[in-house]
């Protein structure tokens, strides 16, 4: 095989072929001709590109493969890894982006002249678009060898969809394929600090990672400040409606990509032009950007960095507000971004909490309040960005004007309320899946907006209040807003906490109804084991339909109607209404049809080692079936469904059916048992199984109320509306 040959695992022929992995396993021992493995390992062995690709078409099986994913199968198995394919496909499609009346000669090409002739072509449409000073760098002629299939592969691929959209597709599926190796700000969340920092012409982020804020900050940028700007004396702009995007990044790698990506995406020439500057290195230790000021700063730092500079950076003359403490990097980043902005300048930066509150950081947050340099700290609810178990905060400062007055208010704002209906009651778990956004959204901004204009806001109990600064400057200098906010006004009252106590006076009436009578002697329970069948047997006997969830897609543009809701395996496990949502479909294909669910299946999580199986009623029918959980759909002139579940919920079965690795319990459903009992009978165990049901979603609901009820009066007792 030659050096410069991609490579694939068995996971990527698997997507190649449209298969599951285990396809790939049988074609391995069952096919003499099927490729040998050339690296890899023994346990994840990968094979040749082209070789696969040869003998999937030879079997029938690759014709219809989209043109993307055999694109994003060259990036994956680059022989110099995916970072550098995804840089060699970017450089291309930007050539291609600016300059598509050069490709079509490039391209009639042979393979191993178009690898000499692309150098020089890139480097002149780089530097047009970046400058001399960048970090993408123009890959050599022998660096391009090994891309020239890829290459080709792109431009196609741009023809389909778009320079954008291709780039878009092969680093979002490289993002997926590396969870952990990249923090990621979700879309709302960098919409939002974008809001928060308002319209400007020039934005800089000074950790800039894949690009996701400077990116929301160009789609929201506005023609009209930019003569504000350039009379503030900020960095120029070039005209009317122009921006400039500014951001420096550690990694040299993310760095290339993100000025990649952000250049697809925006205009190079035109009264909306963008220009692009990003440029590598660490940003405290060595600033990419010394005589920068912008109109806006957008950052997600990275969080409790020790080894952040604190020793060679004591005297640095951006510790205007005081010295950060070797714990306080955050603090630093926080300085670091007020530097950078022109007076009257914002800059929004997501923040642990542990920031508000933490003892070595108090002077620094004094100075910021005497100084007006911070105006805002709003509280989000836990799931709204990684590190997603913790409830970050969003920190808005302002570069103080000289010769103005500083502000005497802080905005304070709580949103961990804001979460999916349902969510909020004691016991019912919380997270990415229960998180309303758009109500997080709008109670930030309805906050913000006029304190912004008019430097106070009345106060709303337990969701945001305007502070006097003078009111924060203790000892301590605490600014979690949860601290400082008032509960909601009567929230839990005598009048809602009589209504509570009703409910659940009610509930247990019927909990003590529904109690099961005491079991009778052991009847044909033996038998029953001796004549067992399995899921797996029924399926095959099409006594019940088999299906996994998680694979469908929402519709976009003029398609998509109202959102499908998705039945999570946490809400199956915590016996919720559907709670998630359908992701996007790509642009550059269709969406994908959902698994969506009827009355009567039966639906089954397969992670966690518990037995739970639970039977969909017409309050839940047609939401889509969610990642990792099975459906079982059985005929009704067969199976009765409540007789189904039942049985899938003995802990003899999970025990048997289960399979286990290193960190995880998976569930096989198809080996999952239950006895061959004719129609009459399975109803007679699926009423009592269905009586079970009910008597659990009544205990469930008892507990809630009773938590609701038993905290409504430790807080009304507590801030007087509830009498002792």
């Known amino acids: 095989m030659p050096e410069s040959a991609a490579e694939v695992t068995a996971a990527g022929i698997a997507r190649l072929a449209g298969v599951g992995r285990a396809a790939v396993s049988n074609w391995r021992r069952r096919h003499a001709d099927f490729p040998k493995p050339v690296g890899g390992t023994e346990t994840s062995p990968s094979f040749a590109l082209a070789d696969v690709e040869d003998w999937l078409r030879a079997q029938g099986k690759l014709a219809e493969v989209p043109l993307r994913e055999r694109v994003w199968q060259q990036v994956a198995g680059h022989p110099s890894g995916a970072v550098t394919g995804l840089v060699h496909a970017g450089c291309v499609l930007l050539l291609v982006h600016d300059r598509a009346a050069a490709w079509p000669a490039l391209a009639a090409a042979p393979d191993d002249r178009l690898g000499e002739l692309l150098p020089v072509p890139l480097e002149e449409a780089l530097t047009e678009r970046f400058g001399v000073e960048r970090a993408v760098r123009t890959p050599s002629a022998r660096e391009l060898a090994g891309s020239v299939p890829l290459v080709r592969g792109v431009a196609e691929l741009a023809a389909e969809t778009g320079p954008r959209d291709a780039f878009e597709f092969l680093l979002g599926r490289h993002l997926d394929a590396n969870p952990r190796q ?86 190079a020439t035109g009264p909306r032009r963008v220009d692009v500057r990003v440029l590598s290195g660490d940003t405290l230790r060595a600033d990419a950007f010394p005589a920068l000021t912008v109109d806006a700063v957008l950052c997600h730092p990275p969080f409790n960095e020790r080894n952040w500079g604190h020793d060679e950076l004591a005297y640095d003359p951006r510790w205007e507000y005081g010295f950060p403490a070797r714990t306080e990097s955050e603090l630093a980043w926080v300085q670091h971004a007020l530097a950078r902005l022109r007076p009257g300048g914002t800059a929004v930066l997501l923040m642990p909490p542990a920031a508000a509150s933490r003892r070595s950081g108090r002077r620094v947050r004094a100075d910021l309040l005497r100084r007006g340099a911070l105006r805002a700290v709003v509280a989000l609810p836990a799931g709204a960005a990684p590190p997603y178990g913790i409830p970050l905060h969003l920190w808005v400062l302002r570069k103080p004007v000289p010769g103005e007055r500083p502000p005497g208010e802080l905005l304070l704002v709580d949103t961990a309320h804001e979460t999916a209906a349902g969510a909020g009651v004691p016991g019912s778990g919380s997270g990415r899946d229960r998180l309303d956004w758009p109500a997080v959204e709008s109670a930030v901004l309805g906050a913000w907006r006029p304190f912004d204009r008019d430097g106070t806001l009345p106060e709303t109990p337990g969701e945001s209040r305007s502070v006097a600064v003078v009111e924060l400057l203790d000892d301590d200098v605490d600014l979690a807003p949860a601290r400082h906010l008032p509960p909601p006004a009567a929230a839990e009252g005598a009048a809602q906490l009589a209504g509570v106590r009703e409910r659940l006076t009610e509930t247990l009436r019927r909990t003590r109804e529904l109690t099961p009578p005491p079991a009778a002697e052991p009847g044909a329970a033996p038998g029953v084991r001796m004549t067992a069948t399995t899921v797996g047997e029924l399926a095959r006997a099409g006594a019940l339909t088999l299906r996994a969830g998680g694979t469908g897609t929402a519709p976009a543009g003029p398609a998509a109607q109202a959102p499908v809701r998705v039945l999570t395996d946490t809400d199956v496990l915590a016996g919720h209404a559907p709670s998630g949502t359908l992701p996007e479909a790509p642009p550059e294909g269709p969406a994908e049809e959902p698994v969506l669910l009827a009355a009567g299946d039966v639906v089954v999580p397969v992670l966690g080692g518990g037995s739970v199986a639970r039977v969909v009623d017409a309050a839940t029918a047609g939401a889509a079936l969610g990642r990792n959980v099975h459906l079982l759909r059985p005929d009704p002139a067969a199976l009765d469904p409540w007789f189904l579940a039942g049985f899938l919920r003995a802990t003899a079965n999970s025990r048997q059916a289960s399979s286990y690795a290193s960190t995880a319990t998976r569930l096989d459903v198809r080996r999952l048992q239950l006895p061959r009992l004719p129609l009459r009978e399975q109803r007679r165990y699926g009423d009592r199984f269905r009586a079970l049901a009910e008597f659990e979603e009544a205990l469930r609901l008892a507990g809630r109320l009773g938590e609701q009820l038993v905290q409504g009066m430790y807080d009304g007792l507590a801030d007087g509306t509830v009498a002792p």
């Open 182 to 267: 990249y923090t990621l700000t979700p879309p709302g969340p960098a919409a939002l600090m974008a809001a928060l920092a308002g319209p400007a012409a020039t934005v800089l982020d000074p950790a800039c990672g894949t690009g996701a804020l400077l990116g929301t900050a160009a789609a929201a940028a506005a023609g009209p400040t930019v003569a504000a700007a350039a009379a503030a004396g900020s960095a120029p702009a070039a005209g009317p409606g122009a921006t400039a995007l500014h951001g420096q990044d550690a990694d040299p790698d993310l760095a290339a990509l993100t000025a990649l990506r952000l250049a697809l995406a925006t205009d």
